[in-house]
């Protein structure tokens, strides 16, 4: 069997992450591969260091049609026996476009759970012979807005565990980021953009640094929204207690060494960062929105909180700070949530069964 991939992120984590996962998987299987991604991305990058053919376009988003040309020329060259379309920015639409003049089975891997207009999903989804969602939050949306149950599976993101059990020192750690000895620290991993709700955990800085002197925040990622939560972080005198470390491709020595990963988005398809920190062993306080619940089970592995509430995520957060046993209860389950529900093994057992089941359809 060769299935080619598309994936039009630049970044190495996120779904991209999740691409790579699979490709290496799939390839152990016995499945053939093939990469389309942009020129000088990250996964493209992966791509050539692990020896899968990779083969790269440009493109200008949703509306651009050399896209669509490229796309159409490579899967005619390629001759797979099923298309996998893995994001948004114009892979979805402009693939299924293309992988449809060439009669070739298409999937759709959807990772986000945005409601989209239903005259929109009617059209763009006749496109996709199966789409698989990332959570069941995401599953209920395109069931809500119409699409056959029958054409859905949702299939899980993973988890390689292994690398996250294993920190840095607490020296190292400390050392790293220039904290005092005696520092709790809180930890957000997600691109700074507005719908991962980073104003609602600052919004509770100025109480909680003042009742808990040795507490400190880190957001790790980028994105464009920097300027305005530097200057939000400023106006409240925060300078000292909120470190900005941007991207960082070393997550797996430092998730393990914060006391709490905290997740106040307002939409969020399932939160990679998440499975990551439970993985790591990090309790973890997030909103109940998207599949953010399907990681995240109310006071076992960590808190949930309603989107957009910095009270309740106050709270949540003064809650673990003062129990140190409740954490450690919290460290053990999240790892074995990890383990029983998001392995990398059923993550690419479940794409590997998608694929069988479109073809002999």
Same mark, same amino acid.
């Given at each position: 069997?060769?299935? +080619?991939?598309?994936?039009?992120?630049?970044?190495?984590?996120?779904? &991209?992450?999740?691409?790579? #996962?699979?490709?290496?998987?799939?390839?152990?299987?016995?499945?053939?591969?093939?990469? *389309?991604?942009? &020129?000088?991305?990250?996964? $493209?990058?992966?791509?050539?260091?692990?020896?899968?053919?990779?083969?790269?376009?440009?493109?200008?988003?949703?509306?651009?049609?050399? /896209? #669509?040309?490229?796309?159409? &020329? =490579?899967?005619?060259?390629?001759?797979?026996?099923?298309?996998? +379309?893995?994001?948004?920015?114009?892979?979805?639409?402009?693939?299924?476009?293309?992988?449809?003049?060439?009669?070739?089975?298409?999937?759709? %891997?959807?990772?986000?759970?945005?409601?989209?207009?239903?005259?929109?999903?009617?059209?763009?989804?006749?496109?996709?012979?199966? =789409?698989?969602?990332?959570?069941?939050?995401?599953?209920?949306?395109?069931?809500?807005?119409?699409?056959?149950?029958?054409?859905?599976?949702?299939?899980?993101? $993973?988890?390689?565990?292994?690398?996250?059990?294993?920190?840095?020192?607490?020296?190292?750690?400390?050392? @790293? /980021?220039?904290?005092?000895?005696?520092?709790?620290?809180?930890?957000?991993?997600?691109?700074? =953009?507005?719908?991962?709700?980073?104003?609602?955990?600052?919004? @509770?800085?100025?109480?909680?640094?003042?009742?808990?002197?040795?507490?400190?925040?880190?957001?790790?990622?980028?994105?464009?929204?920097?300027?305005?939560?530097?200057?939000? *972080?400023?106006?409240?005198?925060?300078?000292?207690?909120?470190? /900005?470390?941007? /991207?960082?491709?070393?997550?797996?020595?430092?998730?393990?060494?914060?006391?709490?990963?905290?997740?106040?988005?307002?939409?969020?398809?399932?939160?990679?960062?998440?499975?990551?920190?439970?993985?790591?062993?990090?309790?973890?306080?997030? %909103?109940? @929105?998207?599949?953010?619940?399907?990681?995240?089970?109310?006071?076992?592995?960590?808190?949930?909180?309603?989107?957009?509430?910095?009270?309740?995520?106050?709270?949540?957060?003064?809650?673990?700070?003062?129990?140190?046993?409740?954490?450690?209860?919290?460290?053990?389950?999240?790892?074995?949530? *990890?383990?029983?529900? #998001?392995?990398?093994?059923?993550?690419? &057992?479940?794409?590997?069964?998608?694929?069988?089941?479109?073809?002999?359809?």
């Amino acid at each position: 069997m060769k299935v +080619l991939h598309v994936e039009a992120g630049q970044n190495l984590y996120g779904g &991209a992450r999740q691409v790579a #996962f699979l490709l290496q998987g799939l390839r152990q299987a016995g499945t053939e591969n093939v990469l *389309v991604a942009p &020129a000088g991305s990250d996964i $493209a990058r992966f791509a050539t260091e692990q020896a899968i053919p990779c083969r790269t376009t440009s493109s200008a988003g949703d509306l651009d049609l050399g /896209f #669509f040309w490229q796309m159409k &020329a =490579i899967m005619k060259q390629e001759r797979p026996d099923i298309v996998h +379309l893995h994001s948004r920015r114009g892979a979805d639409v402009l693939g299924g476009l293309a992988a449809g003049l060439n009669r070739l089975p298409t999937i759709l %891997s959807r990772r986000v759970d945005n409601p989209e207009p239903k005259w929109q999903v009617a059209l763009k989804y006749r496109l996709y012979d199966h =789409i698989i969602t990332i959570s069941e939050g995401i599953r209920r949306v395109l069931l809500a807005e119409g699409v056959p149950a029958q054409k859905i599976t949702c299939i899980h993101s $993973a988890v390689d565990a292994g690398p996250y059990q294993h920190p840095a020192s607490r020296e190292a750690f400390l050392h @790293t /980021f220039g904290l005092p000895p005696r520092a709790f620290t809180l930890g957000m991993i997600a691109q700074l =953009i507005r719908r991962k709700g980073h104003r609602y955990l600052l919004n @509770t800085l100025p109480v909680l640094t003042r009742r808990y002197p040795d507490l400190y925040l880190l957001i790790f990622g980028k994105g464009p929204l920097e300027s305005e939560l530097k200057l939000m *972080v400023h106006e409240n005198d925060l300078q000292e207690r909120v470190l /900005f470390t941007g /991207f960082r491709d070393d997550m797996e020595r430092w998730l393990g060494c914060l006391d709490l990963v905290v997740h106040p988005a307002l939409i969020e398809g399932l939160g990679v960062a998440l499975l990551q920190a439970a993985a790591a062993g990090v309790p973890v306080i997030a %909103s109940r @929105t998207g599949g953010i619940p399907e990681i995240v089970e109310h006071e076992t592995n960590g808190l949930l909180v309603e989107p957009g509430d910095s009270a309740g995520l106050q709270q949540a957060i003064e809650r673990l700070i003062n129990a140190p046993a409740e954490r450690r209860r919290m460290q053990q389950a999240a790892r074995m949530r *990890v383990a029983d529900s #998001f392995s990398l093994e059923h993550m690419i &057992a479940g794409n590997l069964a998608i694929y069988h089941k479109v073809l002999n359809a």
